[in-house]
């Protein structure tokens, strides 16, 4: 069966960096994408950008550009979200979701458990 | 960036009665290389991740029940939970697949 295995909770200080894994199973990795999502306590969803696993292509949302960076490493079928220059207003659940397709895209189909990351001085 | 907008907010419904939540989008999803609207709605419980039940605006995922349907074109889309079930309680999101970001309603909040 399709899971997704996001990596455990975080704590980072302002300024700093964090990086949230998904651990890819039951399908071929490199063949659907995989976006990011931010859920912050008690507010919507937000997606962040996408990744093609096969070609390692990437796509971000504006708000995101220059701060966040997706990666993927295929031969442990696991892809990376890296944020940057953290700041209390990313203190949020963090998912990584698979993009279903039938013929395109549609949406996405599995996601994986979610990932809090608090920043906090 | 394609603006998401959900009506209503909150919506409370009695057992077994319908529901209906609507979604409108600042443009058009309409891809025309295979004549599908581009939305997709999500449940999403508490402490869960979202679960996606419609996309290409109608089409229910495997394994949604029949209670739930998509409708709409163009710019305005509807879900419908045609007999509210306890189990329905959630948050329910609208998002565009048109183009990237792929942005999100706001959520409507569906209470019994």
């Known amino acids: 069966q399709v899971q997704l295995v996001q990596s455990g909770a975080e704590v980072k200080k302002p300024g700093a960096s964090v990086r949230v894994s998904c651990k890819a199973s039951?399908?071929?990795?490199?063949?659907?994408?995989i976006n990011w999502v931010r859920q912050a306590t008690g507010q919507g969803l937000e997606w962040m950008g996408w990744m093609n696993p096969y070609s390692g292509h990437t796509g971000y949302a504006q708000k995101f550009q220059g701060r966040v960076t997706i990666t993927r490493d295929t031969s442990i079928s696991t892809a990376y979200m890296e944020l940057s220059s953290l700041r209390s207003e990313d203190t949020a659940v963090y998912y990584c979701?698979?993009?279903?397709?039938?013929?395109?895209?549609?949406?996405?189909?599995?996601w994986g458990q979610g990932t809090l990351v608090t920043v906090s001085s | 960036d394609i603006v998401m907008t959900q009506s209503p907010d909150s919506l409370a419904v009695s057992l077994g009665e319908r529901a209906t939540i609507k979604c409108k989008s600042s443009q058009g999803l309409l891809y025309t290389s295979n004549n599908r609207d581009y939305l997709t709605w999500y449940q999403q419980k508490p402490g869960q991740p979202p679960k996606l039940l419609i996309y290409?605006?109608?089409t229910r995922e495997s394994g949604v029940p029949d209670r739930f349907s998509g409708s709409g074109s163009g710019t305005d889309f509807t879900l419908t939970i045609s007999s509210l079930q306890a189990e329905d309680v959630a948050v329910y999101y609208c998002?565009?697949?048109?183009?990237?970001?792929?942005?999100f309603g706001q959520g409507t909040k569906l209470e019994i």
């Open positions: 998002q565009q697949f048109y183009s990237t970001p792929y942005t």
């Open positions: 979701a698979r993009v279903g397709r039938d013929g395109y895209n549609y949406g996405e189909d599995y």
């Open positions: 039951g399908y071929t990795f490199t063949t659907y994408n």
């Open positions: 290409w605006a109608s």
